[in-house]
């Protein structure tokens, strides 16, 4: 309860400035529409996704890895009757949950600066819990193998340098065709898809099959996350 005026600021103040330099800065170079929309209605929906997902990502990583050994609260859980696969679990919705507050936060954002094109945006935070579904699963597993806090460093440089690839500032189209399959092999750009359809209101079939995947995806890693963490906690 302290710490929520905190908690609350990082989504509010990001995105404004993010809009301000890729919305209008870059946007105001991009002459002709992207994908069919304005380029600050294409670029919302990526700067909602990328603050919400990485909010998940952070709070599995380095959030998890306080919890479990500087401050040893995993520890002091699992010496009551909750099992390993269940504390993973909470973790993971924990995250899930605060990915939601922030799309809760951030829509009126994006809608106040005009990159909401469509009614459906109401439905944006269902792909992006889906999508902060699979970051925090993926991020607890990791979490669950390192022994040392710096080999963030390279995890998190994937985590980003990934989401360059899943079309958060330009469409996957324009990329070389060996380099689209490896984007839609990565499930956020899924999540991404998905989310900027809701926002837009530009609806295809692939959209059902993204769905799909994005959601297969992310229960076999929060599966692999819960066994994971089992075999980090206890011996």
Not at 114 to 137: D, H
Request: proline share 4%; aromatic share 14%; with cysteine.
């Amino acid at each position: 309860m302290r710490l929520w005026k905190m908690e609350l600021a990082a989504p509010l103040i990001e995105p404004v400035f993010m809009i301000f330099a890729f919305g209008w800065g870059v946007g105001s170079l991009v002459a002709s529409r992207v994908a069919g929309v304005s380029y600050l209605a294409f670029v919302g929906a990526g700067i909602l996704c990328f603050a919400v997902i990485s909010r998940a990502m952070f709070e599995t990583t380095y959030g998890s890895y306080f919890r479990m050994v500087y401050q040893s609260t995993f520890d002091a859980i699992l010496a009551t009757p909750v099992e390993a696969e269940s504390l993973a679990f909470a973790e993971i919705m924990w995250a899930t949950t605060k990915a939601f507050v922030d799309v809760l936060l951030i829509l009126p954002v994006l809608f106040i600066f005009g990159a909401i094109e469509s009614a459906w945006a109401l439905l944006a935070p269902l792909p992006l819990l889906a999508g902060s579904l699979f970051v925090a699963a993926t991020s607890l597993g990791v979490t669950a193998h390192i022994r040392d806090i710096d080999s963030y460093n390279l995890y998190i440089s994937l985590f980003f340098s990934a989401l360059f690839l899943c079309g958060v500032w330009y469409p996957v189209d324009v990329m070389p065709m060996w380099l689209q399959a490896v984007a839609w092999a990565i499930p956020l750009t899924s999540a991404v898809d998905l989310a900027r359809a809701t926002l837009t209101g530009h609806f295809i079939q692939r959209h059902i099959w993204e769905g799909l995947y994005l959601i297969l995806v992310s229960l076999i890693l929060t599966e692999w996350a819960m066994h994971s963490l089992r075999r980090r906690m206890v011996v």
